[in-house]
């Protein structure tokens, strides 16, 4: 049973910084790629970040680009994501996913993660 817990979301004002945790349990984490995508009220579910396995291959959709960075610690099982100059538009319900295993990694498609986490909220207050 793979298990994905977040941890880190809060309010924060415009301009501070966050960072997020996801930590894995039941799957060699090492292995596998690791994504972040976020959920605002009213919206779809949209890509932020994902990492692959090894620490040079990160992608971020554009608009955090710059401002989030996405890091892993194979040793504690852990995916982070740092996020600075935070914007009311940041907004939304954070969730971590693990990479699905046997098929093409599309690591900007929901579909391409078989493993999510619950969720952490994150309020950007202007």
């Known amino acids: 049973q793979v298990q994905l817990v977040e941890s880190g979301g809060g309010l924060v004002q415009a301009g501070g910084s966050l960072r997020l945790s996801c930590t894995a349990s039941g799957r060699l984490f090492s292995g596998y790629g690791m994504g972040w995508f976020r959920q605002a009220p009213g919206k779809e579910r949209e890509f932020v970040a994902a990492?692959?396995?090894?620490?040079?291959?990160?992608y971020y959709a554009d608009s955090v680009k710059g401002r989030f960075t996405i890091s892993r610690d194979n040793a504690k099982n852990t995916v982070y994501l740092q996020m600075n100059s935070l914007k009311p538009e940041d907004t939304a319900v954070y969730y971590c996913a693990t990479q699905r295993p046997g098929s093409l990694w599309y690591k900007a498609q929901a579909t391409s993660y078989d493993y999510w986490g619950q969720g952490t909220r994150v309020t950007v207050s202007s």
């Open positions: 990492m692959g396995r090894r620490e040079d291959s990160t």
